[in-house]
């Protein structure tokens, strides 16, 4: 009773081996053509709010249709409690349709959760949006303010240098014309 299947290890890339030593086997794989990997996971989106409103809006989505599910099977246990001809099919009609509208309540107030989350998640991206808008606002400010604080340097250094030139003439220095006198 040995019905042993044949794997051929062929398909997955991976020759048989006399072991596992990691990246030696895997060089030597390279060098032939293709490497062998495993896809593990598909990378998660890198905006964490952009992940958390999918979830969430995933969430809602299944939650609509078991509300759904549970307003219909209230209703029907409605039905079949009014068209119940003993006492006990009624009262099992009855006890699904409480059943059915604790369900319904308690998918509303995880709806309301879910809201209450995405306006929080909303607002949070809106004041971290408005924070890296005024910290760009600041840099510019800083930036405007380096400049200008330039300019005045600039034109304060050549008034100073045209009030030198004014002073000390054509010929040189304005010490030694006071001394040689008119």
Not at 51 to 65: C, F, I, P, S, V
Not at 73 to 99: F, H, N
């Amino acid at each position: 009773m040995s019905d042993v299947l044949a794997i051929d290890p062929d398909l997955f890339g991976v020759g048989p081996a006399a072991g596992y030593d990691g990246l030696a086997e895997r060089t030597a794989v390279l060098d032939m053509g293709a490497a062998p990997m495993l896809d593990t996971k598909a990378k998660a989106p890198l905006d964490s709010f952009v992940d958390m409103q999918a979830m969430l809006l995933e969430m809602t989505k299944e939650l609509r249709e078991r509300f759904q599910r549970f307003q219909s099977q209230r209703v029907c246990a409605e039905r079949d409690a009014d068209l119940a001809g003993d006492e006990s099919a009624r009262k099992l009609a009855q006890t699904d349709a409480k059943a059915a509208i604790e369900a319904v309540s308690l998918i509303v107030r995880t709806l309301e959760k879910i809201d209450s989350l995405q306006r929080t998640l909303i607002h949070e991206r809106d004041e971290a949006d408005a924070a890296r808008g005024e910290a760009e606002d600041d840099e510019a400010l800083a930036a405007e303010f380096e400049r200008l604080v330039e300019q005045r340097v600039g034109e304060r250094l050549n008034a100073a240098r045209e009030e030198w030139k004014r002073e000390t003439g054509p010929c040189g220095d304005a010490a030694a014309r006071a001394e040689s006198g008119p």
